[in-house]
């Protein structure tokens, strides 16, 4: 096999519980983003920009949805020749089988898969995030600066920087220091879950973690903290375009609605950095005479006839007479029967909503500030006439008819 | 499916000339039609469907566009080890040049015929939209025993200037084909789609040859009803002929209703494009849109009405369009006013510009204009 510079991994096989009812079919890198992307289209789509064409992702949890995605790696060109987007799932060995255990795990057990290609550097990618970015560049410093880890960074705000992996790093980039969740934190360099490694070195660390009893087999809690003890040097990548972490409901939807904001520099029509994703064949969107569209962002498939405002309609989905979608996120194929009301909420894939039926509140309608939060209806459910599903409320199974919940 | 048992073959150029400048740097398989897809779009899916996995792409000239739009045929998952998608374009052999016509055409690819090992062909042409199950077809021909299955829609004759065949039918056989007649009202007109044994094909094309013909329809078909079983196959669906630039409007703007939609666009039989991963469509604030079909990629923060936009369109603040058929890429200044247009491809209309056709006939704005 001819020899491949750089080797992209991306790990895909987290469940996102916080995501709830979301992810209870589907991996989190599969759950439906920005009216008919995925996920993993934005990290699999930035390596096929990047000029990197040997992708491994490593599935786990409910791969199913995920697999049928990802097929040949067509969507986002990465049916090549040579290397080409690789599924590996957790595999029994001749010394027995494991699931992945961490992350650094995953990677680990997979070593095989990745000396195939003979690689200078692996890319270490996760597929929990919202972002536009070239990994050539960060590669180009790794190189430049002889490095043996890089990890991408952003510059969070302190208070935000609790809640990350922080990086403190000197002046020249070189990082003495990781902090996860620190509760003073240092610095504002929190770690975006990026790396770059020179395969030898990181082979070594990943290999000495697996015999380390007691580890949990982490890139972030494990070999980072090792890598640092032993002296490596490891060098900060500044990022500073969009990045959302997509863990949680609300970021979720945060970050859905980011799209609609003029103020954000989210550009996925840029044809010099397109998001690929995967094409069902579907006719243009139908807006009929009936239909009020504003500030909205709507999808192929759709047929509109009620009220949409601030709201992203993915793929197939329909809209009926008098039926409101307001700051909510239609998730491809749901359904809004006539005179039902939707706001800031997320109804999944497949979801009806029946006639009269209303779902969510606004924070103005919502009595207890502390208890106001987006609605989510799962995926295939029904919500049946006059029902009414409250504010915050996660719907894991169909709503009976008048019923408030 | 029988996969691999029935050979495609889809003429690109056959009624070029009926669609004016829309045909001008493109073949009419290259077409934008409906928002998001070209003429070819039919044809190949309507193949795909059926479970072909080999077809014969025949072009004549103008096909850069074509080629464009085609590329490896993935969008079609026609790009395969076995069969996937052949162009096959003129000057095939030393001595041969542009072919005068179908039959010159499959003559000319004879090559390709005799090394398929396909039992049966379907040939047809690119200048029809229509969502047809060709699997069914198909399967009455073969169970019916005929020598030759051909398509048809009963209605109104199209326009046509000879080309297109008007039929009679007892029990399902043809046994009348008529051309160049002046048809009023209703009656059953072929549809340009013909299934045949591949044997049978390059005969009759051998022969017909020799005696120097050049019309499939007319000289190999209507002198044959009585030695061919001609067997009819109707159509009962949507079916939109691009005749003239006006049967062109009108087979777009049909669209606007939901059961011409829902038969075009059917949901077991897909129409596949080529895909170009523009984002969903956007609309601003005071965006205002009322019986339009929209592709993905527009930016729309003016009114639209009765209109068909393609995909990367974009409407500024204020403008106005209305009854209209713009294509891909197309950016309309803050303003502007259009009224009964068809606009081509990557035109500039200027702030507060204004351009009005009439219902009766669409003005036509050139591909890459600057209004």
Redesign the interface.
Known sequence: MKKTECVAMLLAGGQGSRLGVLTQNVAKPAVPYGGKYRIIDFPLSNCANSGIDTVGVLTQYQPLELNDYIGSGKTWDLDRLEGGVHVLPPYQKSTGSDWYKGTANAIYQNIGFIERYDPEYVLVLSGDHIYKMDYSKMIKQHKATGSDCTIAVLNVTLEEAKRFGIMNANPDGTIYEFEEKPAQPKSTLASMGIYVFTWAKLKKYLCEDAEKEGSSNDFGKDVIPAMLAGGEKMYVFRFDDYWKDVGTVESLWDANLDLLNPNIDLNLADPGWKIYSKNEGLPPQYISADAKIENSLISEGCEVCGNVDFSILFSNVTVEKDAKVMYSLIMPGAKIESGATVKYAIVAENAVIKSGAVVGESPEECADLDAWGIAVIGDGLTVNKNATVSAKKMVTEDVKEGAKI | MRNNNVLGIVFASVGDEKLGELTSRRSVASVPF???YRLIDFSL?NLVNAGISKVGLITKSNYQSLMDHVGSA??WGLDRKNGGLHILPPYGRASSGVYVGQVDALYGIKHFLRRSTEQYAVICNSNVALNIDIADMIEKHIASGADVTVAYKHGDLPKNDGDIMSLTLKDGRVNRIMMYTEHKGECDYGLGITVISRVLLMSLVDKAVAANKTDFARDILMPNVENLVINGYEHKGVVAVMDSMQGYVGANMQL?A?SV?AD??NKER????K?K?????????????????????CVIEGT?KNS??FRGVKVGKGACVENCIIMQGTEIGSGADLKYLTVDKEVKVGNNRSLCGSPSYYVYVNKGTTV
């Open positions: 409906g928002g998001r899916s993935k969008s606007l939901p939609r075009l666009f897909p129409v596949y494009t895909v991963d523009s984002m969903p469509t956007r609309y601003g604030i005071g965006a205002n849109i009322t019986n339009s079909l929209i592709a993905d990629g639209v068909i936009l």
